[in-house]
């Protein structure tokens, strides 16, 4: 399966952007799709997943009741909504593919998209 981002941007604190990620080849109903950041000098980290069928959700503790996940398995999309901005919320953003379920580390996927970069200014 093939991956793409988009909806990155630059933002101030406070604001909201909303991330897409469509997917193309065989198979996304059937995937476990997480969203990851990678901020310099850091490791990547997850940031959300859902589960296949949307019904599960998971977060990192710094973005719980700010980002929500989300997926529309007809039009081969995964969503991340990102309300509340901070400044260290920058990083490159990417969606990952894999068929573990509730996977957490980046390891466990096994497609991934080229990311798009999100910059929130203080």
């Not at 949307?54 to 398995?73: E, Q």
């Amino acid at each position: 399966v093939q991956l793409v981002e988009s909806g990155g941007g630059l933002v101030q604190t406070g604001d909201s952007l909303r991330l897409s990620c469509a997917a193309s080849g065989r198979g996304f109903s059937s995937y476990t799709m997480g969203w990851f950041r990678q901020a310099p000098g850091k490791e990547r980290e997850l940031v959300a997943g859902v589960s296949w069928s949307g019904g599960d959700t998971y977060y990192a503790d710094s973005v719980k009741g700010r980002f929500t996940i989300s997926r529309d398995n007809a039009k081969n999309t995964v969503y991340l909504q990102m309300n509340s901005l901070k400044p260290e919320d920058t990083a490159v953003y990417y969606c990952a593919a894999t068929s573990w379920s509730h996977a957490t580390t980046p390891e466990k996927y096994d497609y991934w998209g080229q990311g798009t970069q999100v910059t929130v200014s203080s």
